[in-house]
């Protein structure tokens, strides 16, 4: 079945949405701390990127979670038996084929919906997902997973029978606490009694791993946080100077989570036109870019049960190693 946009499928770049995303850049940039919201990473260039991240060698989080869901993919298709699939922040939907494959094997899937910021990404992933499996319908939905949830009840009728969303690759870790437990708790709204949740999560590991999984010998991670600056320059006439800054990756062992930061080199000046903002930099000055929480299965289950799914259904898949797991809740 060919691939279909949602009636609301407005692009982010439209004017409802530019307005939103230009306050909150604005506001961001502004405030000190300053910080960069982790949509700004995610253009088509960035999507590509991190598709490049997920082959260097030192960035184990995606072969550990594909192993996960080799193996047991079959097992979560039995357990929920979704008739719909949800992808939030699906990209090019690389582990999502092992998924897909296995509940189309089991033979209730009708509908997979996947989410996700980069246009053309999403729908080159989506076109190749439904010449795969002709047999379900193919729904992808332009939009930011941290704001257009809503999008997901909107994309067509409902089919009857219990939805999947699944939430791969580790990104619930990309949160700050607050913003995770609002977001969880913004899900669970979303989704109906006897709906499911597969959510991947990194765990808690040596560190010198961990920061080498963010600054890999390459500098694609490096180049990826550096585009979030190419992104709001190109989107919004800026003048920020992406080499002024330099990179830096760090442990926050009070938080337990790594910490990817942009530091100005020199003192600077920067004009972003459309935003009619002026900005000025201090040497050491540092932006926010994204962090990657790690996480013990319990804590996050924790989080999740307090949000509104049930502890008594919850499984936990990890890989050989125990890297890497994927928490799977049923919606209270």
Known sequence: MSTQTTPDGTRPGGSAGLDLAAAELSDALTRRPRTIPPRWLYDDRGSELFSRITRVPEYYQTEAERSILAAHASSIAEITEAVTVVELGSGTSDKTRTLLDAF??????????????????????ADMLAERHPEIEVAPVVGDFTRHLGRLNAAGDRIAGPRLIAFLGGTIGNFY???????????????????????GMDQVKDIGRLIDAYDDSQGITEAFIRNALVNINATYGGDLDVGGFGYVPF????????????RAEEPMTARIDDLDLDLE??????????ISSKFRPHELLDELVDSGFDRVDAHVFTDDADDFALVLVRRS
């Open 177 to 199: 606490v607050e913003e995770r437990r609002a977001f969880l708790g913004a899900l669970a709204d979303v989704l109906s009694p006897g709906d499911w949740m597969l959510i």
């Open 281 to 290: 930099f201090f040497e050491g000055e540092e932006i926010r870019v994204e």
């Open 104 to 125: 189309v094997a089991h033979g209730l899937i009708r509908r997979f919906v996947p989410l996700d910021v980069s246009e053309q990404t999403l729908l080159e992933a």
């Open 251 to 262: 442990w926050d062992g009070r938080q337990e989570r790594v910490d990817m930061r942009l």
